[in-house]
């Protein structure tokens, strides 16, 4: 009896001593933790509904909305740095990110970050098309649906490209009397020109970072490619040659330009690296080899082609080897822009009789119509939006 009595008294005190155990470890009593809570306000446009993600010192992320408050609990007294992730690339988020805040021991400490959003033209595809009269900047959904103008003006708008954050559509006029680049927002407003020549100016295409915007100019006797601000200023010549040169696509990755060229008394394909050095040619074919672009990734540059007889769609390495057909029909078939993914290209094609706008698989699988009337659609190397 005795001995079960001390067994008894032994599992009690086991027993408090775990529930004392437990309440000193529990945050709500312990005077050494504090809690902080996150708060998000969000305004302008194109907000991301699928919202941020938070970080303490480095840790994991926590979901947070784009309007919406997440509290960390357990933290120690004393600073920590708080980050606000996965914000789109229209998004900036108002003062430092990350920053530090002062936790106090057994209090709440409050944080917000603010996020401004601009309109952004992020997985829509950008086109100009006359059907309205003169060509005008059109956008739509990758599947052809919500085809919206975005501008009307007195003049041609063709040749547009989006900006790397989606913000910025930058692209070609005749509103002025001559060819000029222009520059406006992605809802179409605050347009502004960037250049100012009697020479054409066209072709504008967004350096990866979005500072720089390299375009064609005849301002100098012939076509040659020049690389500006991305505000127009310091226009700078890169090529120099007696033949034609055109079609500028940046890189994704470092700092080459590809682009056609007459040098050769055929047009081919050459790349230079942005400050007009390394130069090199890509293709070497009897053909005309034309528009190239860069996939996301810069494993390979679509083209445009005539060495089958007609203008089809091609890819190939970066340095011109194994270039294959992705189309091979009797149309003709042009402007290979590329998705963020790189798992689609859309294009222009005059295959059901005049030039509508298609988008297919990378491998040239699932061609599918995008647009449908009688006036003319045309996309440019950067119709399909920034790359993520």
């Known amino acids: ?71 960390f609990s357990g933290l120690t007294s004393g600073n920590h740095t708080v980050e606000l992730e996965d914000v789109a690339v229209n998004c900036i988020v108002a003062g430092d990110n990350p920053r530090t805040v002062a936790v106090t021991a057994g209090d709440t400490t409050g944080l917000t970050f603010g996020v401004a959003c601009a309109a952004a033209i992020l997985d829509q ?18 599947d052809g649906s919500s085809q919206t103008r975005i501008n009307n003006t007195t003049g041609s708008d063709f040749f547009a490209g989006v900006s ?8 070609t006029t005749t509103r002025d009397g001559n060819e000029e680049v222009y520059v406006m927002n992605a809802d179409g407003s605050n347009p502004t020109r960037l250049t100012n020549d009697p020479g054409r100016d066209r072709e504008p295409t ?9 375009f064609v100019s005849e301002r100098d006797g012939d076509e040659e490619i020049y690389v500006m601000n991305a505000d127009g200023s310091n226009p700078t010549r890169l090529t120099t040659s007696p033949g034609f040169d055109s079609d500028p696509s940046w890189s994704p990755v470092g700092e080459q330009i590809a682009f056609i060229t007459g040098r050769d008394g055929n047009t081919e394909i050459y790349v230079i690296n942005a400050d007009g050095t390394g130069l090199a040619r890509v293709t070497d074919d009897p053909a005309v080899d034309a528009q190239p672009s860069w996939s996301p990734d810069a494993s390979k540059i679509a083209f445009v082609t005539d060495r089958d007889g007609t203008f089809d769609i091609y890819l190939m390495d970066p340095d011109g ?68």
């Open 164 to 171: 790397p954050d989606g913000t910025k559509i930058v692209f």
């Open 321 to 388: 080897s194994n270039p294959v057909s992705l189309v091979g029909d009797s149309s003709f078939d042009r402007s290979a822009a590329w998705s963020r993914d790189g798992t689609k290209i859309a294009f222009m094609s005059d295959r059901d009789g005049n030039f509508e706008i298609y988008v297919m698989d990378a491998d040239g699988t699932g061609v599918t119509r995008l647009t449908n009337n009688p006036g003319f659609d045309q996309i440019w190397v950067q119709a399909w939006g920034p790359i993520p």
């Open 1 to 71: 009896m005795q001995a079960e009595r001390l067994q008894t008294s032994l599992l009690t005190l086991v027993f408090l001593a775990l529930v004392t155990t437990a309440c000193g470890d529990d945050e709500s009593t312990n005077p050494a933790l504090g809690w902080l809570t996150v708060t998000t306000s969000s305004s302008g446009s194109d907000i991301d509904g699928d919202g941020y993600a938070v970080s303490i010192d480095g840790g994991g992320s926590q979901a947070i909305g784009a309007d919406a408050s997440v509290t």
């Open 125 to 142: 595809i950008i086109f100009s098309s006359t059907r309205s009269g003169d060509s005008d900047i059109w956008v739509m959904e990758p």
């Open 206 to 214: 967004w350096s990866p970072d979005g500072t720089r915007i390299a």
